[in-house]
């Protein structure tokens, strides 16, 4: 793999943030969304560039010291590498840097690949929210690292 750069997101990212969205989720984010989102302070994304493309992204949302997890993806092809850990390492950080105390998250309760990374990182069930994903409809896990 050629060397990886990271670096903060700004709104004239929001196309290809967009774009990747829409290839991992079945219900994505608009580039509206993400362009909003990117206008709004209280909003850090991260992205992980590959030759120039955007191969991984992760979002995270803070209100005084509690955080939440907006969304974290890597490209299909470039999933297995350390990608993901990277990018939840720059959001716990950033996190950790405005003071967040609780960092929140839900996933898929199907969605192992997510669930292992986030407990590597200790990440610990506090609930289950039922039926809270759509397309296809699942209970989503109620997830909480304390910082
Ligand atoms: C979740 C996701 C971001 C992980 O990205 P990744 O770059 O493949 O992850 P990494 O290579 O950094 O792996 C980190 C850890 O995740 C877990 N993991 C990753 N892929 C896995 C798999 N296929 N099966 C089980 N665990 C897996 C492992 O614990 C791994 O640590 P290890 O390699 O030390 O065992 C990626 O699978 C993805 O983009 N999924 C689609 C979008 C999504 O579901 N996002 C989460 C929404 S809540």
Redesign the pocket.
Known sequence: MNELDLRTLSKSDAPMLALLEKE??SCPWSEDSFYECLSNERFCFVGLFEDGELV?YGGLVTVLDEGDVA????RTD????????TLLSALCEEAERRGVTYLH?E?RES????R??YE?FGFQIDGIRKNYYTKPQENAVLMTKKL
Not at 78 to 85: C, E, T, V
Not at 111 to 114: E, F, I, K, T, V
């Open positions: 991992c989720f991984g969304n974290i993806a890597v470039k999933r297995g590498r350390g990608l993901g850990k998250l996933v969605n192992a690949p997510a292992r990374l590597s």
